[in-house]
């Protein structure tokens, strides 16, 4: 069974606007939480990632908030870009796990 | 700096087929693993190994095999291809220092593979 859950599949966001992606994920001992981005015919590459020890992260235009008691963690991206339409993986490993559990993707785009 | 480099890009077998998907990375990277993607499923580890001469299974091994002779190379072996096994296939590698929160994994651009 898929370990981290992630919604939307899809959005469609218009230039400027803010686009949410939301995971939730069951294991407690989960403690590393990135966020990779793929853009079509290319390989999913890290766009940011956060430790639970910190509630939010933020690098540039993106912006991961992380909520340990919900076991919940989101990507915000600000003012959004048509060259920020791609599609998006919330991950999750333990501390000592080299093996990512990824969700299922969100299709992110962005209309001029 | 190549990175991870998977071929082929493309391949289409006919049902019962063979082939070998290969993989070569050039960061000295211990880690490499073998994803396969889905649409709506993302991404599911189908093995990985931690160093030469030792491999694993993932999340769903059944039908593949692989092999690590080298740091370089981690082939994927499809040996009787199935409909099933349409998909994308996308080999990863990452060092095995500073924890995984200092060493991200490192994708190759897959191969799309159709099984007719």
């Not at chain 2, 199935?82 to 060092?95: D, E, H, M």
Request: charged share 15%.
């Amino acid at each position: 069974q898929q370990q981290v859950k992630q919604s939307p599949q899809s959005l469609i966001v218009q230039k400027g606007g803010i686009s949410i992606i939301n995971c939730a994920y069951e294991n407690t001992a989960f403690d590393y939480f990135p966020w990779y981005q793929q853009f079509p015919g290319k390989g999913p590459a890290l766009l940011i990632a956060i430790r639970p020890d910190v509630s939010e992260k933020k690098e540039g235009r993106f912006t991961i908030s992380f909520n340990k008691s919900a076991k919940q963690f989101s990507l915000h991206i600000m003012d959004s870009q048509p060259g920020d339409s791609a599609t998006y993986f919330c991950a999750a490993s333990t501390a000592n796990d080299y093996k990512l559990s990824f969700g299922a993707g969100t299709t992110v785009t962005v209309r001029a | 700096n190549a990175g991870v480099t998977q071929t082929p890009k493309f391949r289409i077998l006919k049902i019962g087929q063979s082939m070998t998907l290969q993989c070569t990375q050039d960061m000295n990277h211990n880690y490499m693993y073998w994803y396969r993607q889905d649409p709506g499923m993302g991404l599911k580890l189908i093995y990985y190994s931690v160093g030469a001469g030792i491999t694993d299974k993932g999340e769903v091994p059944n039908g593949y095999n692989v092999s690590r002779s080298t740091t370089e190379d981690f082939p994927l072996r499809l040996e009787l291809a199935a409909p099933s096994q349409t998909s994308v296939y996308f080999c990863a590698s990452r060092t095995s220092s500073g924890g995984p929160y200092n060493s991200p994994l490192h994708f190759g651009n897959g191969t799309r593979l159709t099984v007719t």
